[in-house]
């Protein structure tokens, strides 16, 4: 790969740039919408009925597994479920791949969109019903495909 003596990156930067610019509509378009998530962490859950599974089987033998389990699922079931926030808070502590990923569908929709930054990007989104459905749409197949998380909208 050839490299321009003093290059420094500049398309990395631009490209840094326009990744904020679409993270902040998809953070302006959930808030307006009020759309809350909840990520769904079926480890915690797992953990937490399989170790009261084990616990109950120490201390009452093999009814004493049915029982732990039982119980740690429908514990584990509790702990994981209803904890829904905020869509643009969970967007904000994405990581850079995932942003990215989130970053590439939603240019998807933009298509050939020009735009200087976040703010322009906003008002033209927010401007055109249309453009505004189809990135709602391509940020809540993101929530649910690649996160795997329940979506709600406030009351």
């Not at 998530?37 to 009925?49: E, H, P, R």
Request: include cysteine.
């Amino acid at each position: 790969m050839w490299r321009v003596e003093g290059d420094t990156g500049c398309l990395n930067t631009e490209m840094a740039a326009r990744v904020d610019d679409v993270m902040r509509l998809c953070c302006e378009i959930s808030a307006h919408d009020q759309i809350k998530v909840a990520v769904k962490n079926s480890t915690k859950g797992a953990l937490v009925a399989g170790g009261t599974a084990f616990v109950g089987g120490l201390l009452g033998g093999p009814p004493g597994i049915a029982v732990g389990g039982a119980v740690g699922g429908l514990l584990g079931s509790w702990l994981t479920s209803g904890q829904f926030r905020p869509l643009p808070q969970i967007l904000m502590e994405l990581p850079p791949a995932e942003q990215q990923k989130l970053y590439r569908d939603v240019v998807a929709v933009l298509d050939n969109l020009n735009w200087m930054d976040a703010a322009q990007l906003i008002t033209l989104v927010m401007g055109n019903v249309t453009l505004q459905q189809q990135v709602t749409a391509a940020l809540l197949n993101y929530i649910t495909k690649e996160l795997k998380a329940e979506v709600r909208y406030q009351d």
